[in-house]
């Protein structure tokens, strides 16, 4: 009987070696809280309406960005960081300039020399702000529309060895050097791409849920 434990034994180490299981969601390839999509009219999930009937449960679609409004032309060459990028929150402007004049004489021209410029800088300010807190979303829209492109040319260039699943149920266990932070409940999705809106949609699979036995059978003291 020993020796049939024993036999037992090798084979299951011997799967964790070749089939590991995974305990940490952070260890997959990819994934995504519902709760981390940001507020968006280009994102839909099917929580937002809670019509949880849906065999569609999650929509993203390409934002469309508009450009920062431009500065007067006499500001810029005063300006400091790229004011074109919304990743830039702050802009300033350089103090002084050197000049220099037809006979390489250098003189300093202050900001404020120029009673208008600080006019005109305050106002661009005050549009570029009113930009940025319409863009700041969008790109964070747009980080999670190319997650879901890079995901989804990968799962056709590796065909099944790659596949969507919706998590649910999340189990969290740290006992005993065993660290679990995974969803027990699993539901197979298809990621679909329609590149007319441009726009990412995840459907449900028509396959049922299932309970990860897996991940149960890697906690210490479970056998089946």
């Known amino acids: 009987m020993s020796r049939i434990h024993n ?16 305990t940490d969601l952070a260890d997959q390839k990819w994934s995504q809280f519902f709760s981390s999509f940001p507020p968006s009219t280009e994102v839909w999930d099917v929580f937002t309406d809670e019509n949880l009937e849906s065999a ?13 409004p431009s500065p ?3 500001l810029l060459e005063w300006l400091e960081g790229d004011w074109r990028q919304a990743e830039t929150s ?3 402007y350089r103090d ?17 020399d120029d009673p208008k410029r ?7 300010q005050k549009k570029r702000n009113e930009w940025l807190e319409s863009e700041l979303p969008k790109k964070k829209v747009m980080d999670l529309y190319n997650s879901l492109y890079t995901l989804y040319a990968d799962i056709k260039r590796e065909g099944e060895a ?15 050097g065993t660290y679990v932070s995974h969803p027990l409940l699993l539901r197979r999705v298809i990621l679909d791409f ?21 991940l149960l059978r890697a906690l210490p003291g479970v056998d089946r």
């Open 72 to 74: 007067d032309m006499s």
């Open 56 to 68: 569609e449960i999650l929509k993203v679609r390409r934002p469309v960005s508009i450009p920062c």
């Open 90 to 92: 702050k802009i300033s």
């Open 194 to 214: 329609d590149p007319t809106k441009p726009e990412f949609t995840v459907t449900l699979d028509e396959s049922g849920t299932e309970l990860y036995t897996a």
């Open 118 to 124: 600080p006019i005109l800088f305050e106002r661009w």
């Open 7 to 22: 036999v037992f034994r090798f084979l299951k180490e011997y799967n964790k070696l070749h089939n590991p299981v995974i």
């Open 162 to 176: 790659v596949e969507l699943i919706l998590g649910n149920a999340l189990l969290k266990w740290d006992y005993d």
């Open 96 to 112: 002084a300039l050197v000049r220099v004049g037809p006979d390489d004489e250098e003189t300093e021209e202050n900001f404020e």
